[in-house]
């Protein structure tokens, strides 16, 4: 059966755990029906990230171009920094964008952030990955998009499998200036609605995840899973700020939990920036960047001039972006498929109730339950 096979059968036992009743909760939803009542009418942009392997940039494009229109512009990204043994080395790489397309800007390119920048300098930007990223695009023409992606599997590209851990990640706008400012009350019923059991064992278990891409993605630490959970929990902006960013990062990279939590928020800061500085931004990808949920573009949209915000920009691994970015999903091209789960959730959110899903148990008699 394999790891994967495994893993996707201790998930379904766990739901079934938590949803032995599962026939008498009238109010608990299977995953696929949340996303189908879902009428992409909400007036929301939405950006993708898509990866794949076995198809080049100039076919993408090519490909790309033929729905899409549009025109073509080669851009050149010149490197340079040392290797290994301290030499300097520079060198050119090369992405095309597509212009004027009817989902406007559209970007194909290397994808290399699993690269550190040592082995990026030996390889000089060799690439296995190729990803495309859409311009915020309004949620009436992500039709657009699944069109033009699901050409390539035809013309041999190869999305998610366990030796090619690739994505399809959605970001979705929360504030702008056509958007309200969203609370942190907000974001804080979102995760609780993705991360509490049984929800996130029957999502994870619809993404169907391969062991490969498990590093990549995650959930938040215990100590903020803990303070989710509360419902007494409602902080300001700013506290939801040092919170998610520094009082998470001090638990996972530094400890002990008891000072990440009860110490003084200018000591926790104080050393999270130390041990940033020191280590280098690298070592706190896990905190800020692999998670199912990154959360880290749009709390530096809101404190731009946080010195901890600062140091991630400079990085150039994060942007000041007024979305939260769902990293989990496969890349099997079904655009749609997965938009609609992703903004399911979002709506979801919206709505004071907590969301229940339920594993589909359609094909099961509800006396198998009973275990």
Known sequence: MGV???????????????????????????????????????????????????????????????????????????????????????????????????????????????????????????????????????????????????????????????????????SVEIASARTPKRTPAYLIKLLRDYFSEPNYSIIRAEWTIPPARHGYIGRPSDGFMKKLSLDSYRPSLRQFYDDAMYRQAHEMLIGPFEKSWKGSVEAVRAEVLEYIQKHSFEAALRVFKWNDIKLTNLLIYWFPNDPLSRLLVESTWFQP??????????????????????????????????????????????GDLLL
């Open 4 to 170: 994967l096979g495994t893993t996707i059968q201790l998930r379904i036992l766990l739901g079934l755990f938590f949803y032995v009743g599962a026939c008498e909760i009238a109010s608990a939803v299977t995953f696929s029906e949340l996303a189908q009542r879902y009428t992409f009418s909400h007036d929301q942009n939405v950006g993708f990230e898509a990866e794949f392997t076995k198809l080049n940039i100039e076919s993408t494009t090519r490909a790309l171009v033929e729905v899409l229109g549009g025109d073509i512009r080669i851009k050149t990204n010149k490197v340079e920094g040392r290797d290994r043994k301290g030499l300097l080395v520079a060198f050119d790489t090369f992405e095309n964008r597509i212009e004027n397309s009817s989902l406007g800007e559209v970007v194909i390119k290397p994808e290399d952030n699993g690269f550190d920048m040592a082995t990026y300098i030996e390889t000089k930007g060799h690439y296995k990955t190729v990803e495309i990223v859409t311009s915020p695009i309004r949620e009436q023409n992500i039709g657009l998009l699944h069109n033009a992606v699901l050409i390539l599997p035809r013309l041999g590209a190869v999305g998610t499998e366990n030796q090619f851990p690739v994505s399809l990640q959605v």
């Open 321 to 366: 972006i007024p979305a939260i970015e769902f990293r989990a999903p496969n890349n099997d091209f079904d655009v749609l498929k997965v938009a609609s789960r992703v903004l399911s959730l979002i709506e979801a959110a919206r709505d004071k109730a907590p969301l229940q899903l339920e594993f589909d148990l359609s094909r099961f008699e509800c």
